[in-house]
């Protein structure tokens, strides 16, 4: 163990530095370009073959008929695990990844979110 006078040069030296933590949630943070967060869901593109919902590993993607050539989707927010793999393989590319990541609820039931437009 250092004395104390070996520790002081060290604790001022730190003392002088920036943060190395960001103030979350005060100051948010920029997501790289591509991060995976909530999905987005274009109802004009979907085709309603239900791919992403077959290649779902954790089965959160769940696709509805809601009319003639309309669709939407709803996503258990608590199951997905963002892996993306719904986005890759939609052939209409009507999912895409957002940079939105507060995602927190405090009901399960508010984790079924319809991310149709």
Known sequence: MKGPGKMLPLV???AAKKPATVLYPYVKVEMPENFRG??????EKCIGCKLCMKDCPSDAIYI???GEKKFRCDVYLDRCVYC???VDTCPKDALKNTKDYELAGYKREDLKVDIGK
């Open 12 to 14: 001022l030296k730190s």
């Open 38 to 43: 909530k999905l987005a869901f274009d109802s």
């Open 64 to 66: 509805e008929k809601i």
């Open 84 to 86: 993306g793999q719904c």
